[in-house]
């Protein structure tokens, strides 16, 4: 099974910071890399897909970047709605598999 | 509105089982393969399993094959996941997601969720 590492587990940011959350494939997934930004009780929401497409209405201060094993997740301008949990996963190969999550707190 | 709403989530026992559907709802379902994942309490996401959008093949984590069925009812627009056999360790709430894919080069990507419905198993 491929391995995917996000550093840090939780972060603690502020309002209008620049953050940048990274993921790490344990083998090669070229551009097999999706982003989701979880906040409990809500559906999980697709930020990311192929490693670098913004999914249609989520908001321009999102970028990601990478491809291989090493990849990245930018917030431009944290806002105060963007407190949540990220997660990078992998559709290399199944099974599709998941980071353990980046916390970004106040 | 595109939307999907789990259901059939409870407090089971220990080697019990449990039926989740999930109702689709403003798209074409049987044009889409559709997943469940999950997450434990204090635990980050995890990928359950796959259904292609005929049914015809079907993929699971190693941890519930043999116990957990995923299928389909296109007539009926809905995903069900047969639990059995439920252990402490799938307690978790569970998603329903579809599955979307950039076929050019087959990226796929789960653009639709539910909002989950929370499986409990008690020892």
């Known amino acids: 099974d491929i391995q995917m590492t996000q550093s840090p587990s939780s972060l603690s940011a502020s309002v209008g910071d620049r953050v940048t959350i990274t993921c790490r494939a344990s083998q090669t997934i070229t551009s097999y890399l999706n982003w989701y930004q979880y906040k409990p009780g809500k559906a999980p929401k697709l930020l990311i897909y192929a490693a670098s497409n913004l999914q249609s209405g989520v908001p321009a201060g999102f970028s990601a970047s990478g491809s291989g094993t090493d990849f990245t997740l930018t917030i431009s301008s944290l806002q105060p709605e963007d407190f949540a949990t990220y997660y990078c996963q992998q559709s290399y190969s199944s099974p599709w598999t998941f980071g353990q999550g980046t916390k970004v707190e106040i | 509105e595109v939307q999907l709403v789990e259901s059939g989530g409870g407090l089971v026992q220990r080697g019990g089982s449990l039926r989740l559907s999930c109702a689709a709802s403003g798209f074409t379902f049987n044009n889409y393969l559709m997943t469940w994942v999950r997450q434990a309490p204090g635990k980050g996401l995890e990928w359950v399993a796959n259904?292609?959008?005929?049914?015809?093949?079907?993929y699971y984590v190693d941890s519930v094959k043999g116990r957990f069925t995923i299928s389909r009812d296109n007539a009926k627009d809905s995903l069900y996941l047969q639990m059995s056999g439920l252990r402490a360790e799938d307690t978790a709430v569970y998603f329903c997601?579809?599955?979307?894919?950039?076929?050019?080069?087959?990226?796929?990507?789960?653009?639709?969720w539910g909002k989950g419905t929370t499986v409990t198993v008690s020892s």
């Open positions: 997601a579809r599955v979307d894919a950039d076929y050019r080069f087959y990226y796929y990507y789960m653009d639709v």
């Open positions: 259904i292609k959008q005929d049914g015809s093949e079907k």
